[in-house]
Structures are given as structure tokens and as C-alpha cells.
């Protein structure tokens, strides 16, 4: 499969426990972005990665929450002290630079359950 | 800020019918449009990319189209089928908005047979 992969796919912590989450974009892809989704809504846009730059933020990136790209390949986002208020689907996604228009495709998703 | 707003938020309709689901914008300085579909606890499926300089775009029984003056878009499924049955999103890119996508809250479709 050469889509984008995320790892885990569900994860259930309880508040305040640190988690990480992982994204491998498609591989010939250099930007890679994160977004969260919660129910009923449409995805919000966290954080964006062009190579292992971190280009551009969201206000909703609280402190508690940091990306990294470190060789520009696979993401992780950790979410440090977790809320019961990040409860969300995380979604990765990937684009080419060079392809067409910058179509962003999505991996599955990672589900967080805050208890 | 630009604000996308999906109409209607959901829909019923029976097998074999041709349907639109209606995507609006606030700022009309945009890059593209992209339709996406969801199935229930998964990621999303890229559908039909729009650039701000086409008109529409069609892929199967889908078609898209983008009136960006008037801040617009609409994605027309033909012959519905029960397999067609998901959440769709329609997502914007501006052009001051670096590389970020603004989401609608989508349309739920149900399809029965």
C-alpha cells in the first residue's frame, strides 16, 4: 500500500497521560499536514511540514502539542497532559509540491479517546 | 476568514437518483477546491480537485463544479447507488491561507436501495 499510513489507529488514555502518533505521507510527497476532526464536524487544520519545516501553525496547536518532520519523511504528534476535550479522529495528510495543484490525500486516521 | 458551509447537512434518497450537494464559500481568493468523501470512523478519499481557474471537473458518475465569483461549488452524483452513501466534504485552499485546507461540516448521504 502506498498511501498514507498512520499508526496507531485507536487510542485510549487516560487524562493527563502524554500520547504519540505517527504518519508516513505517500514517499515521493515533501509537505505533510495535521488536522482533527470531532464529531459531526469537518476536519481543522493543526499544523503543516514542507520537508522537515514546520511552515505554518494553528492557534488551536495549544502548547500541549508539538509536530515534528525531523528528516522529512514520517510525522509524530504528541499531545502532552491530554484533556478530555482532545478527543478527536487526527488525520494526516500528504502532497506533492510539484504534483498536481497540491492535491492533499488523506491517511485513516488515528481516533483518541480521552477518559 | 474564510467559512465553508455544506447544504444540506444531510440527505435521504432513493437508489437510482440523481442528486447535488451544494458547497459555499466566503472569500472567493481561492486556489482550488477539493470534494472528499468519508465512510464512517475513516479517513478521507480525495474525490475531484478544482482548480480557481476551471469551471468543473468529472470523474465517473461525479461531477464538480466551481462558480468562484459567487463563492460556489456543487457536486453532482448521478445514479445513485447504496455503495455511494457516505459524508462529503468539500474543502477550499485560499490564496492567504499558505498550503492549509478549510473543511465544511459535510454532507451525510444516505442512498437506499
Known amino acids: 500500500d502506498t498511501g498514507v499510513s498512520q499508526d496507531p489507529r485507536h487510542k485510549i488514555t487516560k487524562r493527563g497521560q502524554n500520547v504519540t502518533f505517527r504518519c508516513d505521507p505517500i514517499?515521493?510527497?515533501?509537505?505533510l499536514y495535521w488536522y482533527r476532526q470531532t464529531l459531526g464536524q469537518g476536519p481543522e487544520f493543526l499544523t503543516y511540514f514542507q520537508n522537515e519545516a514546520q511552515l505554518e501553525k494553528s492557534r488551536l496547536l495549544s502548547d500541549r502539542f508539538s509536530a515534528e518532520r525531523p528528516k522529512g519523511s514520517f510525522s509524530t504528534l504528541e499531545i502532552q497532559r491530554t484533556e478530555q476535550g482532545d478527543s478527536a479522529m487526527y488525520l494526516c495528510a500528504s502532497s506533492s509540491q510539484t504534483g498536481t495543484y497540491n492535491e492533499q490525500f488523506f491517511g485513516p486516521g488515528t481516533r483518541l479517546t480521552v477518559l | 476568514k474564510q467559512e465553508v458551509t455544506q447544504i444540506p447537512a444531510a440527505l435521504s434518497v432513493p437508489e437510482g437518483e440523481n442528486l447535488v450537494l451544494n458547497c459555499s464559500f466566503t472569500d472567493s481568493a481561492i486556489y482550488n477546491l477539493q470534494w472528499f468523501r468519508q465512510d464512517p470512523g475513516k479517513g478521507l478519499t480525495s474525490l475531484l480537485l478544482i482548480q480557481s481557474s476551471q469551471r468543473e471537473q468529472t470523474s465517473g458518475r461525479l461531477n464538480a463544479s466551481l462558480d468562484k465569483s459567487s463563492g460556489r461549488s456543487t457536486l453532482y452524483i448521478a445514479a445513485s447507488q447504496p455503495g455511494d452513501s457516505a459524508t462529503y466534504l468539500c474543502a477550499v485552499r485560499g490564496e492567504t491561507s499558505g498550503s492549509r485546507l478549510t473543511f465544511g461540516e459535510g454532507t451525510q448521504l444516505t442512498v437506499n436501495p
Open positions: 514517499s515521493e510527497h515533501n509537505r
